[in-house]
């Protein structure tokens, strides 16, 4: 396949999307369609310069063997974009990229600048049944039972349309007898079978089950594992899409093939029988279902690549969705619904074309096969008759070859077509799932091997450089933190005070690992936090934001998630210390009171005092406190206040007040700016030796 197009603009715009949509339907990840259209632009834009726009700019597509190759070739003189490029987009783009483009320069009537990417495509279908079968796990020895079944249904049905063909013969020849011998015969082998395809669905019912647990329990600790900046980027459709449709298309893959496969091996047998009783008529047969069957395989392919994309736009459309769910009422409150409904209505509509192209695809050549199964049906007859004719078939040999021909024509191709769309659907959800375990699509959280079991809870911020534009291609236009260093003490109370976007919020999510600093490090008791495991690092600590989740389900059982040994007395006092405890005993199923999805039954001072009970009851070394009482009254945050007095000095505290009169009697105040500590100390001398803070305050003191 092949885009075309020059060096005008409109023209370079037309061709990189088309060659996107190229990729997206060959099954190239989205981070290589990313950078192949960043690279590709920046490419077409240099020769744009420099040739004239009327040039000529062509992109070939090879698939072969899990790769794709691009061949863009732009006519005219030798020039290499990738070593006299100044494009800091482009050097990004394919710095340390396996499909990085290689230059090449073909001699000719008017000479041929070749870029060539190769990119890695997605996984044969062996190694998707490979990926696959490692989750039948438990369930293995009922899929060798299910199998077993299956194949002794197989040759139950290859003798049921014998029985059946020697019924006709018996009823030519007026053998009554031997016609009712045989019908019982065949009413006999038609229970066993019912019985035998009963027990074979039950072994495969086991099978999906237990398949679709072990891959959905997989798949779901992967999720859990990806970095906090992955999710975002993606959203939360791809995932819950992922987790629900595609895990079922997987655990269902044997089940389904084993069927599938039992019926091609029944018309195998008619076919076998078909050229027993007559060769002369088994060969237009064949060349007639072999036309049909490669028709079905260029069907498979069509839509197989329309079905990646559609895929794509209906994850665009269930993130929304769940967006929209989530964040109904804020649209509502900020009066939003038609910008809303506008992206919605867009998204829709990409998915609902992608989806209409896929079957018009389908449909299409679904015609064609129908044209052909017809037409051999009508000279599959005439053949017959043409043989009747000549006294070269007997009346009862056609009839039996005409019931073959019935049982097996349109059955077969349908099943074939059957079998095919359960590959392409088993292709695309394979690739997403093995896509959500790729740590080059979706990173995972790693941890270091070092435990702690005494998390003393120093904290240390070594030169630390962070910014959340960096990304994948490693630039970036705003850097948050800017070599930033600082101490905190076991048991010392440490503020962070400064405008919005100084860092402050950026400092916790680092602290806990949600994200990574891009230069410097970071130390608990001295340890690099990337050398720690999981257990010491976010065992250690106790993390409350501005706006904590609260899960769908009972307050104690939200409480029982930090600590599942947790005693009455301790959740209790608990709730006492976050001052939720009279407005839960009041409650009329009290501490089992269920609360709605992200908490939505609750105020937004309950919230954080529910979250705030969660992080008390840890009873944790680090306490990190994000504008955790942000949605609190002054006389209800104070009580709160002197709650984390009772606990100084027994925990290490970075806190982050809405209100800076909370914080006043930190040890210490460390005043950001610009993502660098400007001045630091306690609330008294800030006020005389900073400015920026005195400013805050003050104008806080006048509200």
């Avoid at 632009?41 to 726009?53: C, H, M, N, S, T």
């Avoid at 990409?350 to 044209?371: P, T």
């Avoid at 260093?485 to 919020?505: D, H, I």
């Avoid at 959740?571 to 609360?595: S, W």
């Amino acid at each position: 396949m092949k885009n075309k197009g020059t060096l005008d603009n409109s023209s370079i715009n037309s061709l990189i999307t088309q060659s996107l949509l190229s990729l997206e339907k060959a099954g190239v990840t989205k981070d290589d369609r990313l950078r192949f259209g960043l690279s590709l632009e920046e490419i077409l834009l240099d020769y744009q310069g420099r040739f004239p726009k009327d040039s000529t700019v062509t992109a070939g597509f090879f698939k072969k063997a899990g790769k794709v190759k691009v061949e863009v070739v732009i006519e005219g003189d030798e020039y290499d974009p990738l070593t006299d490029t100044d494009s800091l987009v482009l050097i990004k783009t394919v710095h340390k990229w396996e499909a990085a483009p290689s230059y090449r320069y073909e001699e000719g009537r008017t000479g041929r600048n070749v870029l060539t990417y190769c990119f890695k495509a997605m996984g044969s279908l062996k190694d998707n049944l490979s990926f696959t079968w490692k989750y039948t796990g438990p369930g293995k020895a009922f899929l060798i039972l299910a199998v077993g079944l299956q194949l002794g249904s197989v040759l139950l049905m290859i003798i049921g349309p014998m029985l059946s063909a020697r019924i006709i013969v018996q009823l030519t020849d007026k053998a009554v007898y031997q016609v009712l011998g045989t019908a019982l015969l065949l009413f006999a082998v038609n229970l066993v079978s019912a019985a035998v395809m009963a027990g074979c669905n039950w072994a495969y019912n086991i099978v999906y089950n237990k398949t679709l647990t072990l891959l959905e329990t997989d798949i779901a600790k992967n999720v859990l594992r990806i970095k906090n900046r992955a999710v975002e980027e993606n959203g939360t459709g791809l995932f819950i899409q992922r987790l629900t449709v595609d895990t079922s298309n997987l655990a269902t893959a044997f089940n389904t093939l084993a069927d599938n496969i039992s019926q091609i091996c029944q018309y195998a047998g008619i076919l076998i029988a078909m050229f027993i009783v007559s060769p002369v008529v088994f060969l237009p047969v064949l060349i007639l279902l072999s036309a049909q069957i490669a028709l079905e395989l260029k069907r498979q392919k069509v839509s197989r690549d329309n079905g990646r994309v559609y895929r794509n736009h209906a994850e665009r459309y269930t993130g929304i969705i769940g967006e929209m769910v989530r964040g109904g009422k804020d649209i509502k409150l900020v009066n939003a619904q038609e910008q809303f409904e506008e992206d919605l209505r867009e998204r829709i509509t990409g998915a609902n074309d992608s989806r209409m192209k896929w079957d018009a695809g389908n449909r299409k050549y679904r015609l064609f096969i129908c044209v052909v199964r017809e037409s051999g049906a009508l000279i599959f007859i005439a053949l017959l008759a043409w043989l009747l004719s000549n006294g070269n078939l007997t009346v009862a040999t056609a009839l039996i070859l005409f019931n073959y021909y019935t049982a097996l024509g349109t059955p077969a191709i349908t099943l074939l077509g059957t079998i095919l769309d359960f590959v392409t659907q088993l292709s695309l959800s394979c690739e997403r799932l093995r896509d959500i375990m790729d740590d080059r699509i979706f990173p995972k959280e790693s941890f270091g091997p070092v435990h702690k079991e005494d998390i003393r809870g120093e904290i240390e911020f070594k030169k630390v450089g962070f910014s959340y534009n960096v990304a994948k291609l490693n630039t970036s236009t705003r850097w948050v933190l800017k070599d930033l260093s600082f101490k905190v003490m076991p048991g010392e109370t440490v503020a962070l005070v400064g405008r919005s976007g100084s860092g402050k919020t950026t400092i916790m999510n680092l602290i806990s690992r949600l994200y990574d600093p891009f230069s410097g490090k970071i130390t608990i008791d001295g340890t690099d936090i990337k050398e720690l495991d999981r257990d010491s690092l976010r065992g250690s600590m106790s993390v409350v934001t501005q706006t904590p989740y609260i899960f769908q389900m009972s307050i104690r059982e939200n409480l029982r998630i930090v600590k599942p040994d947790m005693t009455e007395d301790e959740m209790k006092e608990a709730a006492a210390l976050a001052c939720i405890d009279e407005e839960i005993e009041a409650k009329p199923e009290k501490y089992d009171t269920v609360v709605g999805e992200g908490g939505i039954s609750l105020s937004g001072g309950q919230l954080q005092r529910l979250a705030i009970a969660r992080a008390l009851l840890r009873n944790s070394r680090i306490l990190l406190l994000d504008e955790a009482t942000s949605a609190l009254d002054n006389v209800t945050q104070d009580k709160i206040r002197r709650s984390l007095d009772m606990i100084r000095g027994k925990c290490t505290v970075v806190i982050i007040a809405h209100r800076l009169s909370t914080i006043v009697g930190a040890d210490r105040i460390l005043y950001l700016q610009d993502g660098r500590i400007i001045a630091e100390g306690k609330h008294d001398r800030l006020m005389s030796d900073c400015p920026e803070y005195r400013e805050l305050y003050e104008k806080e003191e006048k509200q």
